[in-house]
């Protein structure tokens, strides 16, 4: 929509080459520190990650932190939003566009390298290898395309893999979760040393602002945020792209380029963002300033209608669930507090639950956890709690709203998670209760102290082990289930074909990643 900037020549080409990108964009020749700071000031260039911070900011503060010494530009292409591909479609299909931005910042601070790292074994990897080597092979033959080492760094995608904190520790080769004390990366990142880190479009957007000047570069867009946006849109899209416009684009015209269903709402920002009704839809404009007078954040430039097919509350509940599982599992409020949420969200969904029941859950992960992770699932649950109050009425009232569950919000095609269960000799146990007092949420104690089990994701198999070798009466093995079947004899729970465990009298999500419904991103009419 409107002139294509980061999209440019993606009409004609499926991904653009060196020497297609050279074409369009020409050689971008190196500029001072101060020079990229006052451009970047010039149009209060933002990070397109999903926090908005000020790009030169960031720039000055590894600037300060290094001082003479080395530093590190680091590329978030680590979406792990299963709503978002946009960075996904840059590093695929344009990648040089985004390398010119992260050299040209390493160049300005001195940095030792660049480092972009993405999801492994995906396409966006191998697209951004064979860009590296491109330009390897560009100044073999005297050109000066290597003028500052690109390292392509493949993670594991999750969720919160591309929290700041979370995307450093992978890199640097540990578990890539969050730390459960924030770190600032421009202080100590990549190998401890000051790191310039930002998302795949902030780079890239950083190269065109360097190639255009201030002044063309705001020619479009608004006053206060010039410049273009790339946007993803999928759900109840019947074309399901990914979208370059101008800041101040009407949300309506967007969705009806993508002959999007509105039904019940539509979700900004992502699985930590919020949802808008059909009435605030149609005059809310694409910009950090306009989501906020709606409602909502732009973030990550995340867009899902609902549709008018699928029940919006068991949408709502399969994303508390995913969530849920994709915590870390280092806190409370995300072991304890999220599995919370999603049993009461699917209680709803049910009829059988209560809104107050979901606002207490909420209450109780908010602002506690170690990471920002609790704090956008609550937003998102609250949010959908405000936005479906008829149909949550429904679901009270008959049980149901009368629409299936038609998984339109995405979920990443993955395996489940392996799952373990806990075993009872019980010709030893003694029904001393340790077990439940280490793993509160996987084993309850009847009226005589003896334990049952629920099944335990793979990520807390460390507690679940602990319990095991702190059994007091050497009662407890630890197994793994079946391809993540089915809770063992004597659990109360079981598995149906809903992807819900149950409970007599209660249910309980299995929180174990789930379906998807479509997500295809396309720009120019090519499939991407």
């Known amino acids: ?97 985004v390398l010119d931005g992260a050299v040209l910042a390493a160049e300005a601070l001195g940095a030792r390298e660049v480092v972009v790292a993405t999801a492994g074994g995906e396409v966006a990897e191998a697209s951004v290898a064979a860009a590296v080597a491109e330009r390897r092979a560009a100044n073999v033959s005297g050109g000066a395309e290597s003028r500052v080492p690109i390292r392509v760094v493949g993670i594991k995608e999750r969720f919160i893999s591309g929290e700041g904190g979370a995307l450093v520790k992978a890199v640097n080769g540990e578990e890539g979760i969050p730390p459960g004390r924030k770190k600032r990366a421009a202080t100590s990142g990549v190998d401890g040393l000051p790191t310039l880190l930002s998302n795949t479009e902030t780079y890239a957007q950083f190269a065109l602002l360097a190639e255009y000047g201030p002044e063309k570069y705001a020619e479009i867009g608004t006053s206060k945020e010039p410049g273009t946006i790339l946007l993803t849109v999928s759900g109840g899209a019947a074309q399901g792209a990914v979208i370059e416009a101008p800041t101040g684009t009407y949300l309506a015209d967007v969705l009806a380029l993508t002959e999007a269903e509105i039904g019940d709402g539509v979700l900004i920002g ?14 809310a404009v694409l910009s950090r300033e306009g989501m906020k007078q709606a409602g909502a954040t732009l973030g990550a430039g995340i867009i899902v209608p609902l549709g008018e097919s699928t029940c919006a509350l068991g949408e709502a509940a399969r994303v508390s669930a995913y969530l849920a599982a994709e915590s870390a599992g280092q806190c409370g409020p995300c072991r304890l507090g999220l599995p919370d949420i999603a049993r009461a969200m699917y209680a709803l969904v049910e009829g059988t639950g209560s809104v107050d029941a979901v606002r207490r859950c909420v209450r109780g992960v908010e602002r506690r956890g170690a990471c920002f992770h609790p704090d956008g699932t609550a937003k998102f649950v609250l949010s959908a709690l405000d936005a479906f109050e008829t149909e949550i009425a429904q679901h009270l009232e008959h049980g149901s709203c009368g629409r299936p569950i038609r998984g339109v919000l995405p979920m990443p095609e993955r395996e489940a998670d392996p799952e373990y269960r806990l075993e009872v000799d019980w010709s030893r146990c003694q029904g001393h209760g340790l077990c439940a007092h280490l793993l509160p949420e996987f084993v309850d104690l009847d009226d005589y102290g003896f334990p049952s089990f629920r099944n335990v994701p793979g990520h807390l198999a460390k507690e679940a082990r602990r319990a095991v070798d702190m059994c007091p009466a050497l009662a407890l093995r630890l197994a793994q289930t079946a391809g993540g079947g089915p809770a063992p004899a004597g659990s109360p729970l079981r598995l149906v074909k809903d992807g819900v465990l149950r409970k007599a009298g209660a249910s309980m999500p299995r929180l174990t990643r789930l379906g998807t419904g479509p997500n295809v991103s396309r720009v120019g009419g090519t499939a991407g």
């Open 270 to 283: 992502g699985y930590h963002g919020a949802w808008l009704s059909a009435e605030v839809v149609q005059t």
């Open 1 to 97: 929509m409107g002139p294509a900037r980061l999209t440019a020549g993606l009409d004609h080409c499926r991904r653009l080459d060196l020497p297609a990108h050279r074409t369009l964009h020409g050689v971008v020749d190196p500029r001072e520190l101060g020079e990229l700071i006052s451009h970047a000031n010039d149009v209060d260039m933002r990070g397109r990650g999903g926090a908005a911070f000020p790009f030169a900011r960031k720039l000055r503060a590894v600037a300060d932190a290094a001082g003479t010494g080395e530093s590190v530009v680091l590329v978030n292409g680590a979406e792990g939003e299963p709503a978002s591909s946009k960075d996904a479609m840059l590093l695929t299909r344009n990648p040089h566009l």
